[in-house]
């Protein structure tokens, strides 16, 4: 099925850097969502963005709906080691109905290592 | 934020058993939940949506007879792998769709670690 281009796949930081990851798609969402996934647990949102252009904050995490509505980026700021893990984006289409009503569509994973 | 709970978080089980495993929205209700399975450092992969009154919707590819849903309530869906191989073993993971106010968004259970022998 279709998937978000994420990038970068993987990072390797030193503590303390701030890290950025993005999203793109050749479609329009309504809603962008981003997780980051500790291994052996599932998914935790970190930070829905529901309007074209919106800039969220959750501590020191900043995450944007980009005004084209196909690209979204997550920031992360003065990364910690708890930090590590993986982040997804993830998009929601419009509620139209149809096929795909509800189904999230993925990136493929930004993999993050921070190094004390 | 809300909270999906899922049960058992891991089973170990013989190949030809079957497996059931629960997925439990807790403060809110869900009239739809999806059902993941996910490969080692691999994104989530959608096998089906579960619809709460309704049959399973799957994706294609997966085998609605080996994978049966039941969603009986708006706060739980249930996953069952019928006569489990090996290459079953997985991440399986649910998440909820919470539609509460005007904007829509999905939590996700924690999984559950599926291992047959």
């Known amino acids: 099925g279709q998937q978000l281009n994420q990038s970068p796949q993987s990072m390797f930081i030193q503590e303390g850097e701030d890290v950025s990851m993005n999203c793109t798609s050749s479609?329009?969402?309504?809603?962008w969502l981003w997780y980051k996934q500790d291994p052996g647990e599932g998914p935790v949102l970190l930070i829905a963005?529901?309007?074209?252009?919106e800039l969220t904050s959750n501590g020191r995490l900043t995450a944007q709906f980009g005004i084209t509505r196909k690209d979204s980026f997550l920031n992360i700021s003065a990364s910690i080691p708890s930090d590590v893990g993986i982040y997804f984006c993830a998009g929601l289409p419009s509620n139209a109905g149809g096929t795909s009503y509800g189904k999230l569509t993925f990136g493929q994973g930004t993999i993050l290592t921070v190094h004390p | 934020g809300a909270v999906v709970s899922q049960h058992p978080s891991r089973v170990i089980c013989k190949s030809g058993t079957s497996v059931k495993i629960e997925c439990r929205s807790l403060d809110f209700q869900a009239t739809t939940m999806f059902w993941y399975r996910q490969f080692p450092k691999k994104s989530l992969m959608l096998m089906a949506t579960s619809n709460e009154g309704s049959k399973a919707t799957y994706e294609q590819g997966v085998e609605k007879d080996k994978f049966l849903i039941n969603h009986a309530s708006l706060t739980l869906s249930t996953l069952t792998v019928t006569s489990a191989h090996p290459e079953d073993s997985s991440f399986y993971i649910c998440?909820?769709?919470?539609?509460?106010?005007?904007?829509?968004?999905?939590?996700f259970g924690p999984g559950t670690r599926l291992l047959v022998l």
């Open positions: 963005l529901y309007k074209a252009g």
């Open positions: 479609s329009i969402f309504n809603t």
């Open positions: 998440s909820a769709r919470d539609l509460a106010g005007a904007q829509e968004t999905q939590y």
